[in-house]
């Protein structure tokens, strides 16, 4: 490895043919180019559709819809109404439930004032552990807490965009009042939304107001919208999913084959799902850049068969002089290694320089988009990639250096 004249030797065999060298290395740089590129547009992919999951990724809503076959002697067509004592026989029979939170929305067409301003937002309804369900900043005050919800406290948290158009920039909100129709509540809390896409903007234009105080001041009884679940650590969401549904049918009086009368959303489900996409997407990339890489290394294999065909007589004279067999391997061996590390890492390089150029230009031009942002190259894919860089210049090297090291002296010094 340290043999000062093997590595010129090395060095004068492939400036030889230098046209045939930079061909050859172009095939294993530019498989190493297209992994790394390849795995960081996948990157950019799955970072552009993840930063769309702005809600806990093993979450569960349910909500109600209408029957749609008779029970029990009631009719098809029947609306479900979930109500306040849901929760409870929730909580008491489905003991994977980590977290519950039952919501209400405010609808209707209706204006939030405060003073001379008046502009339309959406209010909920929630419980302080929405916040582990969909997670916001809280950028002054606090959310709401169990206290808001057992003493129906007349209290709101207000988006970043409500600030702004209700408040005068220098203004600080808290403790101020706002009107919901007309009914007057007590800001005691401001966010903003931990995303960068357009479900941002909808997300910083609304008002959380406690549950309970909601159903009181605006006449929902004890209706309740629907609920967000988060299952126990290493419960799938599946299972809370069927089971609270099941429990629902039996308390609401629901066939249990229909379908129709509960409508769910499993975000884990969805999640795994996505990542299965992009799994299947990082094992293209590989597979293509794999192949490539492959064609490269077939190409350094030839090209060093020849160069033990033309070296032929040379190696018969070192063999003669007493040569052992290894110095012939080691030295075809660690030529192939030379030609395929350089070139495969001058790819890997000119790989994350270009994926890095890429991002650089999203952030200066604000081209982040819902489908792509933030390309990156992680860690294990370039050592992953070193290490193939180094099995290919073995594999390159083992049918010539096999060859040349069972050089026949005789026959080799005859050699024309």
């Known amino acids: 490895m340290f043999d000062l004249d093997k590595w010129q030797e090395i060095y004068y065999s492939l400036k030889k043919h230098k046209l045939r060298t930079a061909l050859t290395a172009f095939g294993v740089f530019w498989g190493i180019f297209m992994l790394v590129v390849l795995m960081g547009a996948g990157n950019g992919l799955r970072n552009g559709v993840m930063q769309d999951f702005d809600i806990a990724k093993n979450a569960v809503f349910v909500w109600s819809q209408q029957t749609s076959l008779p029970y029990q002697g009631l009719q098809p067509g029947r609306s479900i109404n979930f109500k306040n004592s849901d929760i409870e026989a929730i909580t008491n029979n489905v003991k994977e439930i980590d977290i519950i939170a039952p919501r209400n929305f405010l609808a209707g067409d209706f204006m939030v004032v405060r003073g001379d301003r008046s502009v339309s937002f959406q209010v909920y309804g929630d419980y302080p552990d929405y916040v582990h369900v969909k997670p916001m900043i809280i950028t002054s005050g606090r959310f709401i807490n169990d206290r808001d919800i057992e003493d129906r406290r007349k209290i709101a948290v207000i988006g970043s ?25 007590k800001v005691v809390g401001t966010f903003d939304s931990p995303l960068r896409s357009d479900d941002a903007i909808d997300d910083v234009q609304t008002i959380y107001l406690p549950n309970t105080t909601l159903q009181l001041a605006f006449n929902q009884g004890e209706n309740v919208g629907w609920f967000s679940f988060i299952p126990k650590p290493g419960i799938p969401a599946a299972v809370i999913e069927e089971k609270v549904k099941n429990l629902l049918a039996q308390r609401h009086k629901i066939h249990p084959d229909d379908r129709s009368a509960l409508g769910s959303f499993n975000v884990e489900k ?77 790819g890997l390089l000119s790989g994350v320089g270009f ?62």
């Open 161 to 185: 965009q409500v600030q702004s158009r209700l408040y005068q920039p220098e203004e600080d909100p808290i403790g101020t009042y706002i009107k919901i129709k007309g009914v007057p509540f």
């Open 270 to 346: 969805e999640y795994q799902e996505v990542q299965g996409l992009f799994s299947g997407i990082r094992a293209v990339s590989w597979l293509v850049s794999v192949m490539t890489i492959i064609a490269g290394v077939v190409g350094v294999g030839n090209i060093m068969l020849i160069i033990v065909k033309e070296r032929t007589k040379e190696f018969g004279v070192r063999k003669s002089v007493g040569a052992p067999p290894w110095s012939i391997v080691s030295m075809i061996m660690l030529e192939s290694l030379v030609l395929t590390g350089i070139s495969g890492y001058l």
């Open 355 to 416: 994926v890095e150029l890429i991002n650089y230009a999203l952030v200066q031009f604000e081209a982040q988009s819902d489908f792509f942002a933030n390309p990156e190259i992680d860690f294990k894919v370039s050592i992953t990639a070193l290490l193939v860089l180094v099995c290919a210049g073995t594999l390159a090297g083992i049918v010539p250096a096999r060859k040349a090291a069972q050089t026949n002296p005789v026959v080799a010094l005859r050699d024309e």
